[in-house]
């Protein structure tokens, strides 16, 4: 009988997995895969996702970069395809989501304009907002400043001579990170339509410099702790 239950259960997960799903496009620009989706106006939305959705969409993300064709969803990595589905219960506030688009290409709005309330774009340039900030997330990695974060952080970390000064560097650095000009590529735009608009552009530079900010602020962390330790182990020798 248990193990009759533990089958039941594993054809109940792939059957659902094997239903179409609907797209939830969160407010933030991420698109969430789900089922079995709960819209009552009165709780939170609740809904079935695979938790592995964004292992996978950052392996295929990084295959499509690295052949230069960011929206090509025929491009798929190997890694990928191994990481198994793996089915969980989920719930998001109304506010965080924008929209659901269910299998029939349907829409559903959550968002709307109402400037007292905060909601202060009218909702074909928030979603111009939204779509800016979706087309960043692939791609912008942020990668040059980590990198460049260990190195400042690293020869910041030995020339201090363990100074807790030292602890300024990597706040500063990442902030940084805010002043160079986001520049956005046109093979990064997945709707050219969206080319020219101001509010697609304002969406892909915030989560840009966002994104920026935290590759600065972690790789000059890690930067600073390996010069303190290159600093330690030379003085310990002398």
Request: with cysteine; aromatic share 12%; hydrophobic share 40%.
């Amino acid at each position: 009988m248990k193990y009759f239950g533990i089958l039941l259960l594993c054809f109940a997960c792939v059957s659902l997995y094997a239903q179409k799903p609907a797209q939830l496009q969160m407010m933030n620009g991420k698109v969430i895969e789900i089922y079995e989706f709960n819209d009552s106006a009165y709780t939170n939305l609740r809904y079935t996702y695979d938790k592995n959705l964004f292992k996978r969409e950052r392996l295929n993300n990084r295959a499509r970069r690295k052949a230069g064709d960011y929206f090509n969803e025929q491009i798929v990595s190997p890694k990928a395809k191994e990481i198994p589905a793996v089915m969980r219960e989920g719930s998001s506030e109304h506010e965080e989501v924008f929209s659901v688009i269910y299998p029939d290409s349907t829409e559903k709005l959550f968002y709307y304009y109402n400037e007292v309330e905060g909601n202060d774009l009218p909702v074909e340039s928030m979603r111009a907002f939204m779509m800016g900030g979706r087309d960043a997330r692939v791609a912008i990695t942020g990668k040059p400043w980590f990198y460049s974060g260990i190195v400042v952080g690293a020869l910041a970390g030995y020339a201090s001579r363990q100074s807790v000064l030292v602890l300024a560097v990597p706040p500063i650095f990442a902030l940084t990170a805010k002043i160079p000009t986001i520049r956005i590529r046109e093979e990064s735009i997945n709707n050219s339509g969206y080319q020219y608009n101001p509010e697609y552009a304002a969406g892909f530079e915030s989560y840009a410099r966002s994104k920026n900010i935290r590759q600065a602020l972690k790789g000059s962390v890690v930067g600073t702790v390996i010069g303190l330790l290159a600093y330690t182990i030379v003085d310990n020798n002398r």
